[in-house]
């Protein structure tokens, strides 16, 4: 019985040491990847002033916000949400279209991946609608931007959003929030200032 216990004792220490061991080298590869990829510093840049971005150089030169009525006055009769074959409410989306003007300033080859800039407010972030970004941009067939030195394009990104990707408490106040176009996330966050 003396041996039993003593086996007892000795498995459950066993296994108190292997949890603590796990938890400590659980501890102390957080620690290492945190120095590796530290945050990165945010740059905020509002309306009107440039963002830097390799070769080239973005500004939001409009931004409008609102219900989805935005939608339909820039393009009639598109319906971007439909629920049980039922348009969604306007009044409970909500929309942002945000027109980046976009300037290559040195020849190379590089180009800019637009399917990397997102929107952001808070803990939300999501990509812009691609189906009504192609309908606002019908000029465009690529999300690869590869511009010419010295070329110029203007380019609307729309953002939309619904109530019930918020909490009802969030969704009372979405017309307070800032909301950002994150065009770099890393080493250093790159974003400008829509609202």
């Known amino acids: 019985m003396h041996q039993?216990?003593?086996?007892?004792?000795?498995?459950?220490?066993?296994?108190?040491?292997?949890?603590?061991?796990i938890v400590l080298l659980a501890v102390i590869r957080?620690?290492?990847?945190?120095?590796?990829?530290?945050?990165?510093?945010?740059?905020?840049?509002?309306?009107?002033?440039?963002?830097?971005?390799?070769?080239?150089?973005?500004?939001?030169?409009?931004?409008?916000?609102?219900?989805?009525?935005?939608?339909?006055?820039?393009?009639?009769?598109?319906h971007w949400l439909e629920i049980d074959g039922k348009e969604y409410p306007v009044e409970k989306e909500r929309v942002g279209l945000a027109k980046l003007t976009i300037h290559k300033v040195k020849k190379d080859e590089t180009s800019l991946d637009l399917s990397e800039i997102s929107f952001s407010s808070g803990a939300w972030g999501n990509q812009f609608d691609l189906e009504l970004f192609y309908k606002l941009n019908p000029d465009l067939n690529d999300l690869r931007l590869k511009l010419s030195e010295n070329e110029t394009v203007e380019v609307t990104f729309p953002m939309t959003m619904?109530?019930?990707?918020?909490?009802?408490?969030?969704?009372k106040h979405i017309d307070d929030r800032k909301f950002y176009i994150v065009v770099q996330y890393y080493p250093e966050k790159k974003q400008l200032l829509c609202n």
């Open 4 to 21: 039993v216990i003593n086996r007892e004792k000795i498995a459950k220490g066993i296994l108190g040491i292997t949890f603590v061991m």
């Open 30 to 78: 957080c620690i290492y990847v945190n120095l590796q990829y530290p945050n990165p510093t945010i740059q905020t840049i509002t309306r009107g002033n440039i963002l830097s971005i390799g070769n080239y150089e973005i500004s939001l030169t409009d931004w409008k916000w609102g219900n989805g009525e935005i939608i339909l006055s820039v393009y009639p009769g598109y």
């Open 162 to 171: 619904v109530d019930f990707q918020f909490s009802k408490k969030s969704w």
